[in-house]
Every structure is written in C-alpha cells, then in structure tokens.
C-alpha cells in the first residue's frame, strides 16, 4: 500500500460523532413531531446561509481527520517503511502550500521578504535590500507588474467560480422546475425567493463561498494569500489546519460530556432522595472550582505524565492529540454541570406528570420510564445546550491557549496564532497578517454558530414557540 | 434568615472539602512528588540527590496521607495531605515551590486585581443596562435589529482580539495611555483607563443580548399595560415599572460574580502587566508552579461559593416574594 492509515483518538471520537449525527438524523427523518421545529430552523434565511458557511468548516475539519503516514520512497528493503510524519487529506490536498515556505515573514501577496537583508552582487558589492521571495510571487519579472498580475488572477478565478455557481444554479433548476413550467417562470420564482425555503440565500451564499474558494485556491499557488509567519510558513495554510482543532474543540466537549450530564441529570430529578443528594453535590463542588483554574490543574498534570512518559507517545502528532482529548475531556467536565441542573430541574416537573404516572402505574421500570418517557421531553433542552455551547467553546480555545493550558504549542489552532500575533504587534513595521487571518476564520465560524445556534433554540425552545 | 445564612455556610464545608481531595488527587496521585520534581529540574540530566533535596526543600518527602513513622496524632498531620492541603482551610497557603510565601502574596496582588476588575463590572453593569434598555425602548425597529445583529457579531469576537485591538489602537496609535504597567496610588488611574474600557467593551454583546431578552419578558406583562392605559408616558413606563423588575433576574446574575472580583481578570491583567492575582495565577500556570495553582483554585472556589450566598441573599432583598427558609 502507499500508505499506512493512522487513527488518531480525537479521529475516532469524530467518526463516531459522525455515525451519531447521521443516525440522528436519519431518525428525526422519519418522525414528523421532530420534523417539525427543524422545518422551521430551515425557514430562516440567516439560519441556512450560516448552515451552508458551517458546513464548509466541518468539510475541512473532516478532510483533516483522515490521517495516514506516506510510504517512504527508495529504502524499502523488501518491506514497506512508512515516513514519521503523520498527514492527512488536507495536508495532501494543499501540499502546494506547505512545499513553499518561505525564511520569514512575509507580507500577504508580497514578493519580497519583510526584513532588509544584505545581499552579494557577483561584482563585489554589498547592497542591503528587501530579497525576493523563494515561492511567492516567483513568476513575476518586475515589481510593477505584481498588482496587474494579481487582479489578472483574480478575475480569472472569479470567473472560474462564478462559472460553478452557474452550473450549480443550473442543475438546482432542473430540478426545480415543475411539470411543463417554463425556465423563465422557474427562475422569476427563484429570483423572487418564492417557496418556504430560502434558496435563494442558501444559493448566494453557496455563490459567494466558491468564488471565494476558487480565489483562495487559484491565487495561493502563486502568492502567500494571508502572509507567511516568522518561520516562513504560509499563513493561510495554516488557518486551515487551525479548523480542525476548533472544531474538535467545540464538538466533542459536548459529546464526552453528555452522556453524565444526561444520565446523572435525569436520575437526580427522578429518584430524589439520596441519589439526588449526592449528585447534586458532585455537580456543586466541580462548578464551585472556577473552570481556568480546574482546567490548568488537570492539564498542568497531565504535562508531568507526558514529560515522565515520553515512551507512551510514538510521534508529535499523538502526544498534541492525546492533549487537546484531555482537553476536551476536561472542558467537559467543567460544562456538564449547567446542563445536569437543567436536566434535574426539568425531570423535577416531569415526574409528577400524568403519563409518566401511568407509565409507572402500567408496571414500567424505572429505566424505561427514563429512557422512553423522559429522555425523548428533555432532548430539547439537550440539544439548544449543545449548539448554544459551541461558539463558546471555540472562543474558550483561543484563551486557554495564551493562559498557557490549550491546546500543545505546536499543534495549529487560532488561540496560538493569535498568542504568537502579541509579540508581533509590537514589531516594526507591524506584522499583522496571522491575527487577522485568525480572526477572520474563527470569526467567521463563531459567527455562523452564534446565528444558527439562536435559530435552532428559537424553534425547539417551547417557551418561545408561539 | 441569620439561620439559613448559617445553614448554607455550613453547607459550604463539605463542598470545600470535596474540591479539596479533587485538586489533592489531581496533584499527588497522578504524579508522585518525584515526577514534579524531574520536571522542575529538567527530566533528562537529574540526579536522585537533587530530587530528594528539592522534595525535602518544599515539604514533599513525606508520605502522602499516612505517616507510620511517627507517634500519635503525627501520624496523621505529618503527611503531604495535611501540610498541603487542610492547611488550606485555615487559609495557610504555605509557601510557593519558589520560595515566596503565597499567603503575603495574594494580599498584596488582590488590591491591583480589584482595580481593574471592580471599574469593570460597575462600568460593564451601568453601560449594558444603558444599551439593553435602548434596544428595549425602540423593540421591533431597525435600530433594535441592528443593535442585536451587532451584539451577535461583537460575542462572536474573542476577547484577546478586543485587548491587542486595544493596546495597538490606543496606546500604539494615538499614544494616549501607556500600553502597559502599573503603579500606586492617583498614578494607576492612567494605566487603569484602557483595560477598563476593553474589558467593558468585550463584555457588551452578550450582556446587552441578554439584558434585552429580560426587559422584553416584562414589558410584555400586565402591569405594564396597566402601567400604560393609566396614561403614563413610554419612558415613564420603563424606568419605572419595568426597569425596577428587570433589575431582579440581571441582579441577582452578576452577583455571584463580586467575590471573585478579587482574583481579578487572567487576560486583561497578563496583557497590561498588572500585578494581580490573575497575572500571579498565569504566572505560575506557566512557571508550573503548583503551590501556588492549588491555592487558587482553594481560593477561588471559597470565593464563588460565597457568591452563590449572596446571590440567595439578594434573591430575598430585591424580591419580597422569594422567602427563604
């Protein structure tokens, strides 16, 4: 094989978020009483367009959980021998981008470097200049032709994109479009966003992210598009990679925690008496220790063991992700304590309810009646608590990382590019490149989980259905 | 209400004693003493000689929670757990794995964290009511989607952008305040200006978002329709009526957070190099000082649990229906 796949643990998790979310999905498919509140997250144009913006992000956080290692080429003798270095799809998809690292900084769509250095004229002179770029902007001759060169390129790959978005309008049309009905009537209906659903926007939004792809893609073969950092990699590359440690960040908190917030959460409001007692307590001291504080004790823990069992970990790669899983696992036990006390609040009042009464007076056990009767009333509240958390989780990255606890220094994630930018903030002339490109990125996630995440808890949350 | 008071001290105890044991299991029994003190000394090139003398230094040669050793009670305080760990009740934080004694410490740095933490809040309290009562007023017009599409897009900004954004804008830029530092007396209030406006500043999309929410739920009640068909002019009506009932659930939130204004803010303290307890906690997090973490962390919980008193304290003080028994 010319390749060994790898299986990192965060990996695993992911996939089997994946299966989850895929059974869950297939199951509200065919129920229409769940059907119904996501009908009406899909009839929220703000909603479907940070949809389409969010799954983008999960696309390369996905392309980047595929890891495998290459096989190493002339020195097999007889068996395969694969390289140390753990890649994954995106790192193949964007092997471009990491092959041209430049020696330091560089400003975006720069073809000379940010610092003067003196360079040797083969007549013996020492000139102290800006040198030129080893891979960005190589191809072009003259300083002055540079902004001709990138706005050929742009419009070129807008073009291009636009191009897609034409085909993909098109083929969305086709099938669109009623019996007998015109095309001129299918696209006046489009046009005027007739229907439930807002294709139109999801159609824009679809519009505006491949050309902007295709413009990220076509222009970061020839330029470092967002910049290169103090070591000469290329910025934009490394944002990408920043996605998946977000992400992970975000969504597997939620999933480690779950299942104790759900199951202490329904046992402590449905038993009562001594259950409840201990769990609240339980609950009360890991909320009583302020989150930072409990996160850096673990995590500052968990460095000792790493440092004293270095043997336990083959490659950088597994040593960064055993840490950013301890994270999550960590950040989770330090959120599962809100949802626990909704959970308990909620199973309170449901208990005394009729149908559970009959449920218990029908001979059902004590599982069942939790896990039938109970379980299928909370999942709202499950649910709203797992999207609202997520932006706050992706932000709480960026923190952890310059407090010194996130995720490992090496590992790529928006909170180290932004703690490396302080230092670089204050330099001269200023190097401001990697903040905004970390802002950019995360904003744009955050953003779109912050819109999508009230849609969803403006349908589901009952207090506020009409 | 002196009882309940009492009873939710006493309640507090065993509490305290649980996130006593969590941080003692974190720190001891993940990793022996010996384990901190090859990390501390290097974990490639360390004698067995230097760890015993760095265990011995800072009281970890003894056992960890039983001493057969000794005669009587020693058996049982001549032990890590004790030294290290009941101490902590009496708030005898003992000394730092530096040296430093943490105690005199943390009283020296939870004067400059109130500085900037208490400005914050009150500020950060007054502006959010001020904003959140502006969208409140002009419910349902552009001016109010515009404010909360903005309030989204400012909670969707990490807090560190809003400091360095901050400091290169106004310190770097316009060269108004010093970009960092810290002094005493009249002195600090130019070094105090700007982390109390970006810490105000980071804070006002959520709150403002939420405080809305709150003034909606009661402008929509009964009494502000009486409020109204009474004859009384729209603002009337919302200072009045609805700004007094508003001020019950956004109350009795944020006091639970006036203890642990004491240890101040991790971020803004680190970014302007003030001498605070969250400045003191980064750096030991970074120096891998665990003294000094495990003190936090003892401190911080006895400082939230005392707000969670307060909390049902004022619950009984704005709202004469809440009784407490």
Known sequence: MPFQLVFLLTDVLIYVLLAALIAFGLYTAHHEHLRVPWRQVARRPMAMASLVILLVYVAVGLMDSVHYRPLLEGQNRGEAVYSNEVLSLLDKATKPLRARAEKTYSAPFAMQAYSMETAEYPDGRHVREYPRLLHGGAHVQEAGERVGDIMLRVGAATLAGFGIWLLIVASFLLFWRRHAESWMLTIRRLVRGEGDFPRRTVLVTVGVLIVLTANAAYLSLYYHIFGTDQVGQDVFHKSLKSVRTGLVIGTLTTLVMLPFAALFGIMAGYFRGWVDDVIQYVYTTLSSIPGVLLIAAAILSLQVYVANHAELF????????????ILCLILGVTSWTSLCRLLRGETLKLREVDYIQAARALGASHVAVMARHILPNVMHIILITVVLDFSGLVLAEAVLSYVGVGVDPTMDSWGNMIVSARLEMAREPLVWWSLASAFVFMFGLVL???????AVRDAFDPRLRK | MIGYIIRRVLYAIPILIGVNLLTFALF????????????????????????VKWKEDRGYNKPLLYNAANAGADKLTDTIFFRHSVKLFAFDFGRSDQGRDIGYDIYQRMWPSLAIALPVFLVGILVHIT?????AFFRGTYLDTAGVVLCVIMMSISALFYVILGQYLVSMLLRLVPISGYDVGMEAVKFLILPVIVGVVGGVGASTRLYRTFFLEEIGKDYVRTARAKGLSELRVLFRHVLKNAMIPILTGVVVVIPLLFTGSLILESFFAVPGLGSYTIDAIHSQ??????????????????????????????????RLE
């Open chain 1, 448 to 454: 779109a989980a912050n819109l999508f995440s009230d």
């Open chain 2, 131 to 135: 904003f959140s009562m502006l969208l």
């Open chain 1, 314 to 325: 083959d490659s950088a790669t597994a040593r960064a992700d055993i840490r950013l899983l």
């Open chain 2, 289 to 322: 000082d665990f003294a000094i973490v495990r003190a936090m962390v003892f401190l911080g919980s006895v400082l939230y649990i005392a707000g969670l008193i307060l909390t049902d304290i004022t619950y009984t003080l704005v709202d004469p229906r809440v």
């Open chain 2, 28 to 51: 001891f029994f993940v990793n022996s003493p010996d384990d901190m003190a090859r990390l501390h000394l290097g974990v490639k090139r360390v004698t067995p000689e230097a760890i």
